[in-house]
């Protein structure tokens, strides 16, 4: 929903275990390695111990793709097996038609002969078979002292079975008990899934957005990153569902950084993980307002607009102009309006790479029109007097005196053009660029066509046409939403068209 807003290929914060996805910091990879190293040393049994929402089925998918072909995996997704059926079970993923004992006329006796007969097989073809046990909490008593007896399957050298348990801290006091105290001692390795601290919080947000293909300026502001860590406790389930749930806020909110306020409405969304908030109705109200709010301020935007938003493989296409037709524009008057609300997202100029992205989008129309004849300074229009904010008349000045002296460069590139109407608008959009480095190379040209004063909005200066080509093929894709094209410094000296 909110990809195409931040800028994202794909959903950064989805929740099943995919490995592309596996985030090798919180001590996860050392773990994830120590676990290969046992298995593949045939060491007996593991025990992984993890909070809900931790990662410990992220764990057992990477080890489905680590272990090499070697071993063989049996998972038993279902803890709460008897421990007469726990025989049976294990038996079936061999491969072995054995059946329920109550279903055959087979014993467990003949059962565990039948399962020791295949795994001397297995081992003699040098393959390891180790069993996964998933929810290990909740495995009855009994059967884990079954477990126990199918690890004293073993040659004279190795074990022909191995087990890693899996579960959540009640593990650690299931195995407390007195009848279960033997498996306890065959445990081997005891390892721990721990929650990310904050620092490990904000990269694994990063590492996230990265891989859904965001490259623009920290999403998350500090206050939100540490709002995540505390709501979250640090574990990756939940704190995927909140930040996920905050990027929605800002998005509803029309906002490119998520902040604490957007945290706090994830976490009231999130139904009381801790303590309630005081604020949890009040969050709730303004969640919805700003919802509200936002559909209808598009619904006004709708109704205003002179001409609909166009959304077409053209809108991604950018103009590229001769040298040869841009010294004769004077004589090839067009115009290519269109409306769009859009995003600057990196710039470049003609030195260095500008990474920046504006506090919030607004609608912006472009105005591709070329001069025919020349006004003279003294008739240019009262710029002062029509703008009156501070802002807009810096740049003016500044971008009067860069025509005047132009240092050289010949060409430049247009991004868009907006009516005097919009100039509030105009002025928030250059507002989001404000002390950042893109500002230098942004300047205003008003311009009168047909009566109506316009405000033009260039980039940069070049003094080689291929210089200016170059650097208009590598605008961003959200900057040739606007269709900017080449055109020459001298003619911005027209300013009635």
């Known amino acids: ?37 046992a298995i593949s040393h045939g060491d007996g049994m593991v025990k992984v111990v993890g909070e809900v929402g931790s990662g410990k089925t992220m764990l057992t998918r990477m080890l489905e793709k680590q272990l090499p072909d070697s071993v063989t995996i049996i998972y038993l997704p279902n803890p709460s097996l008897a421990a007469k059926d726990l025989v049976f079970a294990i038996g079936h993923e061999l491969g072995l038609e054995l059946g329920l004992e109550q279903e055959s006329n087979q014993t467990k006796t003949h059962a565990l002969l039948a399962i020791q007969n295949k795994l001397l097989e297995l081992h003699a073809s040098n393959q390891r078979v180790v069993v996964f046990i998933d929810e290990a909490q909740c495995m009855p008593l009994d059967t884990l002292e079954e477990l126990r007896l199918l690890t004293n399957l073993e040659t004279e050298t190795d074990k022909l079975l191995q087990l890693v348990l899996f579960g959540q801290p009640e593990l650690d006091e299931h195995l407390s008990h007195p009848s279960v105290r033997q498996i306890k001692e065959r445990i081997i390795h005891n390892l721990y899934l721990k929650p990310f601290s904050q620092t490990e919080v904000a990269e694994y947000l990063a590492f996230r957005l990265h891989k859904a293909g965001y490259n623009g300026s920290p999403l998350f502001s ?49 139904n009381g993980r801790h303590q309630p908030l005081r604020t949890t109705w009040s969050a709730w109200l303004g969640f919805t307002a700003i919802l509200l709010m936002l559909c209808i301020g598009l619904f006004v935007l709708n109704q205003k607009l002179d001409v609909p938003f166009i959304n077409t493989s053209s809108a991604n296409s950018h103009t590229i102009v001769d040298p040869q037709s841009v010294s004769d524009e004077k004589n090839t008057p067009s115009s290519n309006i269109t409306n769009s609300t859009t995003t600057l997202t990196t710039q470049t100029d003609t030195t260095k790479a500008l990474s920046t992205e504006p506090k919030k989008e607004l609608p912006l129309q472009q105005v591709h029109a070329q001069p025919h ?11 002062t007097v029509l703008l009156n904010t501070p802002l807009l008349n810096q740049i003016l000045s500044k971008t009067e005196a860069w025509l005047n002296n132009p240092e050289g460069k010949v060409y430049t590139i247009q991004i868009m053009s907006t009516q005097a109407r919009d100039i509030s608008e105009l002025e928030e959009f250059l507002r989001g660029y404000t002390g950042q480095s893109i500002e230098e190379q942004l300047f205003i040209q008003p311009v009168t066509k047909n009566n109506q004063t316009l405000y033009a909005v260039t980039f940069g200066g070049f003094i080689r046409f291929d210089a200016a080509k170059k650097q208009l093929e590598g605008l961003p894709e959200a900057m040739k939403r606007f269709s900017p094209y080449i055109k020459k410094i001298s003619s911005m000296q027209n300013t009635t068209y």
């Open 1 to 37: 929903m909110y990809c195409d807003f931040f800028g994202l290929k794909t959903a950064p914060f989805r929740v099943t275990p995919d490995t592309s996805l596996f985030y090798a910091g919180g001590e996860r990879e050392a773990l994830l390695n120590a676990i290969v190293y």
């Open 222 to 270: 500090r206050s939100a990153l540490k709002a995540l860590a505390k709501y979250s406790d640090g574990l990756p389930r939940r704190l995927s569902i909140l930040a996920d749930k905050s990027m929605l806020a800002a998005f509803a909110a029309q906002l490119r950084t998520v902040s604490k306020v957007h945290v706090r409405i994830a976490y009231s969304d999130n």
């Open 373 to 383: 004849h020349h006004q003279p300074k003294d008739n240019l229009p009262d710029t």
